[in-house]
């Protein structure tokens, strides 16, 4: 089968020949449908080690069939238990197992076939394209966990979004839905109308033009500098909830946190597979309509540099057996 390898050294994917995968007991292959592109494969590509104290370790082994987004059809599965699953589409969310992430700790879905355990499958409802299934696990279920668990968003609610990328008019949207006041922030003003066609009332160039605001949260999918200044611009027992891996290292003002009672919370993906669930039903019910275009497998290359330069609005995703 096609996939796309990287291998130790590179800087970029290969498109080469490797073998099909065989389920083992309690796994499954996937037919990929599509697979998305995203900015942690760039950070892989430029050897960012996914690793910390006291977290789960995400560092990425080479050779490595990246995509981490992935969708497609079930048609083989290592024990016979599981043949209800066979013939059913699906995306994969974070499962049972917490060192199997596609694209990382596993091959993902970057190539014409994937194994993945069959506790991460989630069945994709009817009307859903598997071209937006294959970004829900990420890009849209990312975005609802940094809202809703990490943010714990509220009607009441006053929000500046930091990044509007796909997961910034995904976070857009999702904090819109609960009723909230939803401001857009980046860098690129030809982002901002997206951001209003998703909810946002108003977009600004920096979260300190929001300082007189009265944010109670700010979402920040950039990371360093911008979190530096969201803690400053949110409000006494605000929340700044960081996605974003742009820097290495930050600076935060801790009489900002202190005296203001405010939080500073990570957040990574989304836990199991009920926030997956959840983002795949307001799909079909039409409340979240992502942004998402096709590339060919074989362009991958230019593609990825075209995220890399901030060209992209929404996400891509591409479809290996085309």
């Not at 200044?229 to 801790?254: C, E, F, I, K």
Request: contains cysteine.
């Amino acid at each position: 089968m096609r996939a796309a390898v990287l291998y130790p050294e590179a800087s970029a994917v290969r498109i080469v020949d490797v073998p099909e995968p065989r389920p083992a007991t309690g796994w499954a292959v996937l037919e990929v449908g599509a697979a998305g592109l995203c900015h942690t494969d760039l950070h892989v590509m430029e050897g960012m080690q996914f690793s910390a104290k006291n977290t789960v370790d995400y560092t990425v082994t080479r050779p490595r069939i990246l995509g981490h987004e992935v969708a497609g059809t079930v048609v083989e599965v290592g024990d016979p238990a599981d043949d209800e699953w066979l013939g059913r589409r699906v995306a994969i969310g974070s499962g049972e197992q917490r060192h199997v992430t596609p694209g990382m700790h596993i091959d993902g879905g970057l190539a014409q076939f994937c194994a993945v355990p069959v506790t991460s499958l989630v069945t994709v409802p009817d009307g859903v394209p598997i071209e937006i299934a294959a970004v829900a696990p990420d890009s849209i279920s990312t975005a609802y966990s940094a809202v809703h668990q990490a943010g714990a968003i509220s009607a009441a609610d006053r929000v500046a979004v930091i990044g509007l990328g796909g997961l910034g008019l995904s976070a857009v949207r999702i904090a819109g839905l609960s009723g909230a006041t939803v401001f857009g922030v980046d860098i690129d003003p030809s982002r901002f109308a997206a951001a209003e066609a998703a909810g946002a009332r108003s977009c600004v160039g920096d979260v300190t033009e929001l300082t007189d605001e009265g944010l109670s949260l700010v979402i920040d999918f950039v990371g360093g500098r911008t979190t530096s200044a969201a803690v400053d611009a949110v409000g006494v027992a605000g929340r700044v909830v960081l996605v974003g891996l742009g820097a290495s290292q930050m600076t935060v003002s801790p009489l900002s946190l202190v005296l203001g009672r405010k939080s500073l919370i990570g957040s990574l993906g989304s836990p199991k597979g009920q926030v997956l669930r959840k983002v795949l039903d307001l799909i079909a019910a039409g409340q979240i309509t992502p942004a998402v275009e096709a590339v060919p497998f074989d362009e991958l290359v230019s593609a990825y540099d075209r995220l890399r330069s901030g060209k992209v609005l929404g996400r891509m995703v591409t479809r290996p057996n085309d």
